[in-house]
């Protein structure tokens, strides 16, 4: 195994060395997956990527992932899209669902056997609120079950929040989402009681008609398929606002055991140096990239090389540097494969430039995944060793070493 992996982790702050919780060599992660009543966009991708390449270099470094990515497909926005339209929660999802398969396989982004949605986990979510209920953090209200932060010890512990701002008064709040990233400052929502505007879609369960809210379909999910203490958490950095904290409180609330010691997040895409939204019309899609001539490759590139808890801007010519560079690569990754002609024995420079290109990939992806460094330091490394085998400077075994561990590391980039 390389030196250790160090991450740098939400709820700390800091960037700590990573192990896994019982010491072994099983990661169980927690990847937020998309809600699939709206197509996932571009900076969806670029958090599914972050994901796609821990879990891959996890796998470099010889631990065995235990992933579970999760199908949002029954929150507020989604019944009121399904209703709008007409259609069942199937009809509206299934679609989008196929979307995100057929852009992942294109993206070359690797999804676990079993992907948990919201709709298949209502059983376990009931079970969760009627344990918060049986430990006095949960309540009943009007037909609604809502969490009360001030009966869990430790709430809003992963962004930070000031506890001493909680107001006085009890406030409630019913829906799933609200606009913007401020904090709702009072009880959220576990059970919705079934109202008039949900029209069919509803579940009869020993909490009433209704259906599980948001913030507890993720804990529901997580805990039926990996149970209730994992490794890792990951998402993209809005869920750090109103979400993931959400989620600690109501998995812990039942346990009473620590939900993940590792949480990351990712940064937001911005095109042209704005934020994507719908009312700006600058919404980004896989296909629209496509449409652009732009390779899976070049998009999957473009949009890991980077640190991927920094925003990244994304631009024509930013794009197109990434195709540039991404194809010199492969280019000369193609022509050490195909050298023909070979010395006796390596020149010092040229075995120093084989072990190079593992020393300098990891050394980089251990510090917090820095695939810009990592990519970075392969290239100068492999174009130089492509430049001593064109001179006849490096020998077969030699090019053969550089072969297996180009391809070890590419499957973790999966750029070749």
Known sequence: MAEHLYLQNTMTGNKQRFDSRHGDQEVKMFTCGPSIYNWPHIGNYRTFLFEDILQRYLQYLGYTVNRLINFTDM???????????????????????????????QLNIGLPETIARSTTCVDQAVFLIQRL???????????????????FKGFGRLYGL???????????????????????????????????PDGEIFWQTPLGKGRP????????????????????????????????????????????????PFWLHAGHVRIQGTKMSKSRGNIVYVTDLRSLGYHPRHIRFFLIHGRYRDNLNMTRDRLDLAR????????????????????????????ALVRDLQTGF???????????DAFDSLYTTLSRLAEKAAAGHLAQKDAQTAHSRLRAIDRVLHLL
């Open 133 to 151: 209920m049986e430990n006095n953090i949960a309540y009943l209200h009007k037909g609604d079950v809502f969490f009360d932060p001030l009966k």
């Open 75 to 105: 929150e507020d926005k989604a019944i009121f899209r399904a209703n709008e339209l007409g259609v069942s929660l199937g009809e509206l999802t299934g679609p989008v669902a196929d979307r995100f398969f057929k852009d992942c396989r």
């Open 213 to 260: 809210a948001w913030n507890v379909q993720d804990p529901a999910m997580i805990t039926e398929h990996l149970g209730y203490e994992l490794d890792i958490c990951c998402g993209g950095i809005d869920n750090i606002y109103r979400h993931h904290d959400y989620n600690i409180a109501v998995v812990e609330g039942v346990s009473g055991k620590t939900l993940a």
């Open 162 to 196: 000031d506890m001493s701002r909680w107001p006085a008064k009890k406030i409630r709040f019913r829906k799933d989402t609200y606009p913007g990233q401020r904090w709702n400052l009072g009880d959220f929502i576990l059970w919705k009681a079934w109202r008039k």
């Open 324 to 351: 540039g560079r991404v194809e010199t690569f492969r280019e000369m990754a193609g022509r050490l494969t195909a050298q023909t002609k070979f010395a006796a024995t390596s020149d010092p420079e040229a075995r």
């Open 362 to 372: 990891e050394k980089s992806m251990n510090d917090d995944l820095n695939v810009k």
